[in-house]
């Protein structure tokens, strides 16, 4: 790697992705990327399908912006805020809030959960209660965060989210499998080479998994039949939100209720009762960042978790990690001890519950988005997220590999044909062998 004046990098940290792919085969794999610290990396493939490859190696950030963008992090937790509205009978009043708030402002109003702990504050109207609060908001976003020496660092077309062009060939072609003796005296020692095991690739556009078994296709009549006598739950944020939309337009006996909700914020419902299929889609609470939500619709995960009876009729979704990029870790980590403790009692009341865990994704970025929405935050829940339920009899529907390994672009609301794949996952899970 260089720095921004063409000088050889010493150290690293940069924020780089690897991805092998054939667009022949419609088929594509994440890849490790190996820090040496020294400037230098090392991007590792597994040789997945037979025929061409081509490397793509993408820099996301450099080291000097990640280094910003921790600082971000760190002291300015409050570069996205929050409002609600507060109002009794004619006087209503607007005010900030957020996940922490300086005291020594103004009087605040403490909406700590009382059975997760979660906090959460708003500033006190001056003529209203705390118990006059109507509703939430995103209120928007603090802008002038960087000088102008840190904003060279964050250029579209520059040095965000741009290819790294090959001084030589950057394909490969991948022979058949051939064993001979020394294979397999090589494969029966007990030492193994560094390999990395990615959680599956595309192949024909199709994503198949590793160590799952095969995965099954499924239409709209193979999903209405899966998902008989089957209550489908679906917490969290808008890519969760996504799923219900696909699988509203997907089953075509499914008709969606109306609650009279906003639009895009929920609650959302819909039933097939000629099949006995419910869905039911709620998002998740604070710090969400939907336009207005009802404050009586502010409802934490855990709690509604333990709100579920639970048993083999029943899928639970879970989807949060975009909402916490601003926060430090620690705030994301809270919320999935919670969930996690939830869940755990969820599965010994009814162990035969099917928990889908959805992991973050990759996304366009730009200067502006870098600064909240950055994938270098997503990175760093990602990997919480997959720590925290470890060990956990869960399905980890791994969006982070899923929009990597795929050769269209990269957004927040990943395109129809990879929500597509990711719900094939969730059906084969539900039941198997009937696609």
Request: glycine letters at 6%; proline letters at 6%.
């Amino acid at each position: 790697m260089h720095n921004f004046h063409g000088h050889l990098k010493s150290h690293g940290g940069d924020f780089l992705l690897a991805r092998l792919y054939s667009s022949e085969l419609e088929a594509g794999v994440a890849g490790q990327v190996l820090d040496h610290r020294n400037g230098t990396y090392s991007a590792i493939f597994p040789l997945l399908w037979q025929g061409s490859a081509q490397v793509e190696m993408t820099l996301v950030h450099p080291s000097e912006a990640v280094h910003v963008l921790r600082r971000l992090r760190e002291e300015r937790p409050d570069r996205v805020f929050f409002k609600s509205l507060f109002r009794s009978g004619k006087l209503s009043q607007t005010t900030v809030c957020n996940l922490c708030l300086p005291t020594n402002q103004k009087p605040l109003c403490n909406y700590t959960d009382p059975h997760t702990g979660e906090p959460w504050y708003c500033y006190k109207p001056k003529l209203l209660s705390c118990d006059t609060r109507i509703n939430h908001a995103k209120g928007g976003y603090v802008k002038h965060l960087l000088t102008n020496k840190e904003a060279l660092l964050f250029q579209s077309g520059v040095n965000i989210k741009v290819h790294i062009h090959p001084s030589g060939s950057d394909s490969v072609t991948v022979l058949p499998e051939k064993k001979d003796k020394a294979d397999v005296e090589r494969s029966s020692m007990k030492t193994e080479p560094t390999r990395i095991t990615p959680s599956g690739y595309y192949f024909q556009g199709s994503w198949r998994a590793l160590g799952g078994g095969v995965m099954c296709q499924f239409n709209d009549s193979s999903a209405t039949q899966c998902l008989k006598g089957k209550v489908v739950y679906m917490y969290g944020d808008s890519t969760a939100r996504q799923w219900f939309e696909y699988l509203n337009a997907l089953l075509p006996e499914l008709k969606e209720f109306n609650l009279y909700s906003p639009k895009k914020v929920g609650p959302f419902m819909a039933v097939d009762s000629t099949h006995n299929v419910l869905l039911k889609y709620h998002c998740h609470g604070p710090p969400i960042r939907y336009s207005t939500v009802i404050a009586s619709e502010m409802r934490y995960v855990a709690n509604e978790l333990d709100g579920l009876t639970g048993g083999s009729n029943t899928v639970v979704i879970i989807s949060v990690w975009s909402h916490f990029s601003t926060y430090p870790v620690q705030a994301y980590i809270r919320r999935l001890r919670h969930i996690r403790r939830a869940l755990v009692r969820l599965l010994d009341r009814a162990p035969g519950t099917l928990v889908v865990l959805r992991s973050a994704n990759l996304q366009a970025q730009n200067p502006e988005v870098s600064l909240y929405n950055s994938d270098w935050f997503s990175v760093q829940l990602d990997g919480v997220l997959r720590a925290m339920f470890r060990g956990l009899d869960v399905l980890l529907i791994d969006a982070w590999e899923m929009t990597l390994a795929h050769h269209l672009p990269h957004a927040l609301h990943p395109p129809p044909i990879i929500i597509k794949n990711m719900i094939n996952i969730i059906l084969t899970h539900v039941c198997p062998g009937k696609s």
